[in-house]
Each structure stands twice: as C-alpha cells, then as structure tokens.
C-alpha cells in the first residue's frame, strides 16, 4: 500500500511555470506505475502522463507533451510534474495516482489504485 500526497499547485500566469511534488509514503514510488491525472470543473478525469515503475520511462497525453515533464527522485520518495508553457486550459485540479498492474493499463485511470488528495493548478490569461 502506498500514501500519496500532492503538493506545488497555485497560481500562475499564462507561459509561466509550475512544479508539482508527489510524497510517496508506505512504500517506494518506484514500485509503482505513478501516474499524473487532471480534473476541471465539469470535466472527467484525465491522464496527463505517467512515469513507469522501476524507471521505465514516461509517457504523456498529446495535449501536454513538450511542455510537461514527469521525474522521480528515489531519495525522497517523491514524483514530480515540471509544467512549464502553462495555458488557461491547463487549469484543473491535478492529482497523482499509483498501480502495480500491468504496464499496459497505465493510461487508464480506473486502474489507478491509490491517489492523492489533488492539488489545485490555476493558469490565468
């Protein structure tokens, strides 16, 4: 079992910067396939990207590629999203999400076993 807490989210100006952090806690991130999901008002909940466990890589939507980057730093158990070139439409409420599943079902937010509480991401015009 693994406890996940988000934390780095705020407000921002449109083509400004953000990092966000995901404390892992109850077992090591690397275990897990750790994803990045996103949630506006009156949206559903989608993938942002995921960074597969034991380093295998990341992966990310079409709408945030080039501009998001997921890493992970083993010492302190912690995820990150660098989001830069921030758009209004990057707006959401941003939540990390681990599974141990197959690699294959690391798109697929219902596989998502464990979350976090989210954090809010504002980007104004």
């Known amino acids: 079992q693994v406890f996940l807490a988000e934390s780095g989210g705020g407000l921002v100006q449109a083509g400004g910067s953000l990092r966000l952090s995901c404390q892992a806690s109850g077992s090591t991130f690397s275990s897990y396939h750790m994803g990045w999901f996103r949630q506006a008002p009156g949206k559903e909940r989608e993938f942002v990207g995921v960074?597969?466990?034991?380093?295998?890589?990341?992966d990310y939507a079409e709408s945030v590629k080039g501009r998001f980057t997921i890493s992970g730093d083993d010492a302190k158990n912690t995820v990150y999203l660098e989001m830069n070139s921030l758009k209004p439409e990057d707006t959401a409420v941003y939540y990390c999400a681990a599974h141990n599943k197959a690699a294959s079902l690391r798109f697929m937010v219902y596989q998502y076993d464990y979350w976090g509480q989210g954090t809010q991401v504002t980007v104004s015009s």
């Open positions: 960074i597969r466990r034991s380093g295998g890589g990341t």
